[in-house]
């Protein structure tokens, strides 16, 4: 981030960065062999009745070779022409999908492995998750409850789960 600090072992320093966000997708697009949009649209999208028109794009140059077939290797970040682009309906429904524990219309969608990583504080920040930020510390909303959980995306675009008070908000 522009200025240099000492280097610690691994799991001892903790800084949040897209490039891990950018590897992960590229890793389970490989294990998947399916453009990640496509897994989306099929697995969460569709299920939760989200609208047609939410898109997720991939940089110019972040094309790859996946057991012969071309793939875009999509964004984490809205950055750079890259990312998610959705609604805030069909945010709102992403944020009742993770309150309701990732279960849909009687629908398990997300495992509750992961609906367990999602929401427990990492070993070195307790306000991220697994790829959810959380409010543990209460920083960054005092007056909320320690257990809710947020997806913030660019333009500080916010879901905010508010798991005692059943509240979702966009």
């Not at 691994?10 to 062999?33: I, Q």
């Not at 939410?54 to 071309?70: A, I």
């Not at 913030?152 to 798991?163: D, L, Q, R, T």
Request: glycine letters at 12%.
């Amino acid at each position: 981030k522009g200025q240099e600090r000492e280097l610690g072992a691994p799991g001892t320093f903790w800084e949040y960065n897209d490039v891990r966000v950018n590897r992960l997708s590229l890793a389970l697009m490989r294990v998947a062999k399916q453009p990640l949009p496509a897994l989306f649209r099929e697995r969460i999208m569709d299920p939760i009745g989200a609208s047609p028109d939410w898109e997720w794009h991939g940089y110019e140059n972040s094309w790859v070779e996946v057991e012969g077939k071309r793939m875009q290797s999509v964004s984490g970040g809205s950055h750079w022409g890259g990312g998610v682009f959705i609604n805030s309906l069909d945010q709102a429904r992403i944020g009742l999908l993770m309150q309701s524990g990732g279960v849909w219309d009687g629908n398990r969608l997300l495992s509750k492995d992961y609906m367990a990583q999602a929401v427990a504080p990492c070993p070195v920040y307790q306000d991220y998750g697994f790829m959810w930020w959380l409010n543990k510390s209460g920083n960054r909303l005092p007056h909320a409850g320690r257990d809710g959980f947020c997806a913030v995306g660019f333009g500080s675009n916010i879901i905010w789960v508010e798991p005692k008070l059943e509240l979702v908000a966009v």
